[in-house]
């Protein structure tokens, strides 16, 4: 488990620790160091981050609490020891160590995109930009005991280069992020910078070119300035793109994607999701649709034949701030028309837009697309839950009230994964024997 804070002590000044052990025993036994990382205003890639939204960050430390026992709650604080040898401790936290790979277990996976944050007058938000943020986080909190996971696909907190709006993201997700593992990726509002190395040439992160989320968020990527990789938990495996850097056929992104979704061992853990910032599959949103793809442009043309061939379950977008799901899907034609219970043989993978975590709302073409099987223009998430290795529960929530308005199940079995899919791409045979 990786434990992430700020404060404003250097390692000339105090050392980071994280005192942790078993919620069962009395006294917390383990005590963990912390790196300490920071940055300064020539890190920036521009405006407003490196002039009028520049404020000094202090510094951030991550500690890894290792060799934990899965499915046991921990509780830790996070603190320092100063140079007179005393101590200074936050608050006591408490979490659950995740279940072990392939532990087949009740496991419960909350996805969005787009979140922000938001002050609860509104005397902030310029705006109003991102008006459904704390109805989001207010239903998560409130249903925390039932959450094992959170992923957040891109665009965190519109600080846009005001970096001082970076506190008060943090701060609306700790009760969170403090209890359970919040996984992150990278959108637009977090990387994008011209000239350097994003796909895109627009200025959408204010000059911050991925730096405080790359520092702020640890996630298990072999380089952390291209935010994509693969993550595990229990039942899921999660292959995670970086959707602001070319994931074309040939680049290095490709061939992660590739790799990632491969090396899923279904036996262990059946259910394989893909997750991308912005929507490299389908979407009826409006500017998407006169692109005339419905997608982002050159988005699935290369992805598409991997989730087919490695019978991908689910694919997640964000960036687009409503809630869609299409019909199993490849090459533009539905597989199936079913749209409540999925069982047996693999048909193609369902494509879902859950990119209404909070901020403003986008709007849907008027143009009817046969593929789109659900949409709401509304601020909400997904959740997942694994009952087991066959059953899957598919879940679209409203943020104002925390209530189900779309959802399906999967029912699949071991074998049903290893065959031929409904469109007939079969494992090779032979008639020897």
Known sequence: MTVTWTS???IDEAIPVVKWGPEEQEEMAFLSPAGTLTFSRNSMCGSPARTVGWRDPGFVHTSFLKDLWPNTKYRYKVGHRLLNGSYVWGPVYVFQASPYPGQDSLQRVIIFGDLGKAERDGSNEYSNYQPGSLNTTDRLVEDLDNIDIVLHIGD????NGYLSEWDQFTSQIEPIASRVPYMVASGNHERDWPNTGSFYKNMDSGGECGVLAETM??????????FWYATDYGMFHFCIADSEHDW???TDQYKFIEECLATADRQKQPWLIFIAHRVLGYSSDSWYAEEGSFEEPMGRESLQKLWQRYKVDLAFYGHVHSYERTCPIYENNCVSS???????????TIHVV????????SDFTTLQTSWSFFKDYDFGFVKLTAFNHSTLLFEYKKSRDGKVYDQFWIHRDYRDILGCDTIGSCPSTTLAS
Do not use: I
């Not at 209404?356 to 709302?361: I, P």
């Open 8 to 10: 404003g002590y250097n």
């Open 354 to 361: 859950a990119g209404g975590g909070g901020s403003h709302l």
């Open 248 to 250: 074309r056929e040939g």
């Open 338 to 348: 079913e749209r409540s219970s999925y069982s047996g043989t693999y048909n193609a």
């Open 217 to 226: 968020f640890y996630v298990p990527a072999k380089d952390r300035a291209k």
């Open 156 to 159: 965190l907190s519109y600080a």
